[in-house]
């Protein structure tokens, strides 16, 4: 979630921004010369630690936002959205699914593992 976070740009759906976090994660393993990307997407579950300051900073209510295609329109109060762990677990599974549609020519010479919960 932090290359989420610390990504800068005017994406109007979340095809583009799955498109601009892929290309970034990609430039990192060329610039690092790996030869393997493994994307393992975080868990958030209601029970932890964490959830309780999560809950405390969406006190003014997060509507939950389901994911239905590439050319939905990103929400225009990003930060808010990110802070329901269930948007980012949809998120997290649109990014996947999304990425496991490209062909393999856009891994380059980059093995790409892909991993969300249910996997």
Known sequence: MAVVQCLK??????????????????KLAHDCRALRLDFVADRYPALSI???????RATQGVQ??????????IPKQ????LSARDNKESLL????KHWKSYKSCQFASVSVFLCNIEE
């Open 93 to 96: 599974e649109f990014f996947i």
């Open 78 to 81: 990003w930060k808010k959205f």
């Open 64 to 73: 939950r936002v389901h994911i239905y295609g590439q050319e939905q329109n």
């Open 50 to 56: 964490k959830n309780t300051e999560r809950v405390r």
């Open 9 to 26: 740009g005017n994406w109007k759906t979340f095809g583009d921004f799955a498109d601009s976090v892929f290309n970034f994660l990609m």
